[in-house]
């Protein structure tokens, strides 16, 4: 907790998708702007720097490629998923390695039990350490889930914890088929723990080889699993 007797987030939308910083990023953003408007050269991230410290109020720092490495080797490489994040308001923790979160925001004191906030225990998960260990490439086939739903794709690109995967389209209860025009957008980025497993190719499902299904074994245990919850 670092000295800290308590520490709280709170959000102010369901999505997360804004927050004080994106804010502080788009001034600096539109200074930019400006500064290239009005003919300065920023041709790197060392340019920028310095001309942005001049300018603007803002304390900025650059951060090494180092230094975001020496932080990631603190970060446990697994840790307990915290489910239900968007409808998350609010964070709070009173003890290392335990939080409490809330749909509704409350600020009567740090450690109250108002609007019946949920306690998660940070310890690593046995199952997604053992996903930790297995290996995705690109090119793998894989299992993910989209939105309660289950759909099988291929990787097919890979930055740090995150995956792109182009994934069939759905046309029934384990039946797929290839859509026969791609769009910009149709891949989508997942988390590793919305990849649910490394499956092999789907066969056809139709002596034509219009629909393609999983193997069954491998759909009706996730199946199974999207139905407990």
Known sequence: MKGFKSVTWNFTEASHGKGAPDGVGGALK???DRLVAYGTDIPDAEALLHNLSKQSSVKLFKVTEEKVETYRE????SLKTVQGTLKVHQLVSTDPGKIKVREVSCFCRPACDCYSPKEFILKENAASEEKAEESIEVGQWVLVEYDGD???GTVTQIVEDQFEVDTMNCAGENRFFYPSIGFPGDKV???RDNIKDMIPEPMPATSSARHFSVAAEIWAKWRRGEERR
């Not at 603190?74 to 490489?77: E, G, I, N, S």
């Open 30 to 32: 539109n200074l930019a």
């Open 74 to 77: 603190l970060v446990p490489p």
């Open 150 to 152: 289950l759909y099988p």
């Open 189 to 191: 980025w997942y988390f």
